[in-house]
């Protein structure tokens, strides 16, 4: 990717309120993950563009106990299973041109690819599948650890907007 986002890109994205400016890139600003969109074009109409969003393993969002590998390593596979189901969280037409999850320094590193035609709906895609990555990530949350830092915000998030459920159930 060059620092030069195609100018229909750039036009909608900084339009769209969901994202702000950095460098060559727009961040997502409307999840706790956050995520960076980067666009460039193609040799058609179409524009490529990559969500990269990082969020923390397991082990890096407990306090104290640590988590077992076969647990973390479960959790892992299972997240990136469900991360091929973005696209049908959007009600746009859109396929995935790629998809890898790795693991980078305490964090799970989701990096989604697609190819669009019409810039004007890009922004809601990226954001989409921004949001789809968080909320995956809550669901899949594993039961019988405390977490602190962002995971432990969108626990007790999801836990102040389940309405009565009482206990200290997860968010599933």
Partial sequence: MTDEIPERAERTFERHDAFERDDGAFNVT??????????????DWAIEYTLTVRAPMLSAAVAGEAVGDAVEDGWFDTY????????????????????????????????????????DQAP???????????????????PGYEYEGVVGDLIGDARSQGGSGGGNSMPM
């Fill in 80 to 119: 990136g299973r469900r991360l091929e189901d973005a696209p049908k969280a959007t009600r746009l037409d859109v396929e995935l041109d790629d998809l890898t999850l790795r693991r980078d320094d305490g964090e799970a590193v989701a990096v989604f690819t697609f190819t669009h035609g019409n810039a």
């Fill in 124 to 142: 809601v895609l990226a954001k989409t599948f921004a949001e789809y990555l968080e909320g995956t990530y809550v669901e899949g949350i594993v």
């Fill in 30 to 43: 409307t999840t706790k993950f956050g995520g960076r969109v980067t666009a460039e074009g193609t040799d």
